[in-house]
T-cell receptor, first 117, second 114 residues
Framework: GAVVSQHPSRVICKSGTSVKIECRSLDFQATTMFWYRQFPKQSLMLMATSNEGSKATYEQGVEKDKFLINHASLTLSTLTVTSAHPEDSSFYIC?????????????FGSGTQLSVL | DAKTTQPNSMESNEEEPVHLPCNHSTISGTDYIHWYRQLPSQGPEYVIHGLTSNVNNRMASLAIAEDRKSSTLILHRATLRDAAVYYCILRGNAGGTSYGKLTFGQGTILTVHP
């Protein structure tokens, strides 16, 4: 079946540094990718939606300049957490969609655990 | 986005059937009902989805009420590996600013006892 690969699975960084997370669709073309974050014992919260070749659409309350999303190809989207701070520590998850249709099942990456010291 | 309501938690014994309910009274005619599950420290995994008719696959069955305002995910014989958070989500077609996104609710924590 379709697979979405997310890398790295875990990253520890110092406060003030930037971290890039990659999300790749391995056997299909992802016109749309979704980025979520999840705090312990909470549900996934959608951060933004990226479409290949265009600007990402951010959910209300998500800072565009802090969470930079690039979807430069049909198989790769990246999320960069800029100037990370301890409150950005979270589990980040991506998902990819090829058609954007209601009856399409979505595939998710395995997640990236970000810890900011 | 149309909202879903699920019980916070449910428990089951191994090898017994599990019925996970979901209410979605504001579902629109074109929304599909999706179920995903998430194991600890992993991304969500697709389970099943449907529109009006009941659906079966190797993982589970999905029973959809005739008025589509509720549905039930059925695990026929629960195993310890089925212990996870189960999310019932409505997905519409991409259009406008929706892009066919999935909005997660709190889900149901399923505990399976040996």
């Amino acid at each position: 079946g379709a697979v979405v690969s997310q890398h790295p699975s875990r990253v520890i960084c110092k406060s003030g540094t930037s971290v890039k997370i990659e999300c790749r669709s391995l056997d299909f073309q992802a016109t749309t990718m979704f980025w979520y974050r999840q705090f312990p014992k909470q549900s996934l919260m959608l951060m933004a939606t990226s479409n290949e070749g265009s600007k990402a659409t951010y959910e209300q309350g998500v800072e565009k300049d802090k969470f930079l999303i690039n979807h430069a190809s049909l198989t790769l989207s990246t999320l960069t957490v800029t100037s990370a701070h301890p409150e950005d520590s979270s589990f980040y998850i991506c998902s990819a969609s090829s058609q954007g249709l209601a009856n399409e099942k979505l595939f998710f990456g395995s997640g990236t655990q970000l810890s900011v010291l | 986005d149309a909202k879903t309501t699920q019980p916070n938690s449910m428990e089951s014994n191994e090898e017994e059937p599990v019925h996970l309910p979901c209410n979605h009274s504001t579902i629109s005619g074109t929304d599909y009902i999706h179920w995903y599950r998430q194991l600890p420290s992993q991304g969500p995994e697709y389970v099943i989805h449907g529109l009006t008719s009941n659906v079966n696959n190797r993982m589970a069955s999905l029973a959809i009420a005739e008025d589509r305002k509720s549905s039930t995910l059925i695990l026929h014989r629960a195993t310890l590996r089925d212990a996870a958070v189960y999310y019932c989500i409505l997905r519409g077609n991409a259009g406008g600013t929706s892009y066919g996104k999935l909005t997660f609710g709190q889900g149901t924590i399923l505990t399976v006892h040996p």
